[in-house]
């Protein structure tokens, strides 16, 4: 049971190159989250999927687009690399909302993006 | 607007000692609000989740507090131990939508 994985760990771009965050998850969790995490601030959601099939904008999806390829996959697409897109990324996954409200997200390890 | 304030920004303290970490919050509608620990270079991981009813709750070394009335809520860790040094973050969760406001964190240091 590894939880939730993200590939790459680390990646450097030049502006305007394009590429793939791969992030997977094991528990079998509705849904699915991206993050950017960036010196100084809080996690901020890029994008999110409630279940499979559906993907929605978060507060900062600008960029940015999400596949969710099956249950267990989320994809973050970077079109055209921008330097304000450095940051530390995060994929996280929960069980689906009940009545008590959310429920616990649990993190991958992050995806480290320079983009020069 | 919906926000998340934590203090101090970071704090050091020696292994045994206690501390407290505050988070202030200005999220509306309340629905809960969580304590992640992050460990340098690896992804948040969750202390405790306080709905609107609870005061306080306990993880070990780690309680949490709660004031819905003036939204502010503390995390004490007791006896610190070297593992502890790490990021916490306050999470305030909203009723509606995917509405999760993460505080900037509070960057823990134990020295031996």
């Known amino acids: 049971n590894a939880g939730v994985t993200q590939t790459p760990k680390f990646q450097v771009l030049k502006t305007g190159q394009s590429m793939t965050l791969q992030c997977a998850q094991d528990?079998?969790?509705?849904?699915m989250y991206w993050y950017r995490q960036d010196p100084g601030m809080g996690l901020r959601l890029i994008y999110y999927s409630a279940s499979e099939g559906t993907t929605d904008k978060g507060e900062v999806p600008n960029g940015y687009n999400v596949s969710r390829l099956n249950k267990r996959e989320f994809s973050l697409r970077l079109e055209s690399a921008a330097p304000s897109q450095t940051s530390v990324y995060f994929c996280?996954?929960?069980?689906?909302?009940?009545?008590?409200?959310?429920?616990?997200?649990?993190f991958g390890p992050g995806t480290r993006l320079l983009v020069l | 607007k919906n926000q998340v304030e934590q203090s101090p920004q970071s704090l050091i303290i020696l292994e045994g000692k206690n501390c407290t970490l505050q988070?202030?919050?200005?999220?509306?509608?309340?629905?809960?609000l969580r304590w992640y620990k992050q460990d340098t270079g690896r992804g948040p991981v969750s202390l405790t989740i306080?709905?609107?009813?609870?005061n306080t709750k306990s993880n070990g070394r780690y309680t949490a507090t709660l004031d819905a009335d003036t939204k502010q809520s503390s995390l004490h860790i007791t006896a610190s131990q070297l593992s502890d040094s790490a990021s916490y973050i306050c999470v305030v969760i909203s009723n509606y939508g995917q509405n999760f406001v993460f505080g900037p964190g509070t960057r823990l240091s134990v020295l031996p």
């Open positions: 528990m079998n969790h509705n849904s």
């Open positions: 996280a996954s929960s069980e689906t909302p009940g009545l008590q409200g959310w429920k616990t997200q649990y």
């Open positions: 306080m709905t609107f009813s609870e």
């Open positions: 988070c202030n919050y200005t999220v509306s509608p309340f629905s809960n």
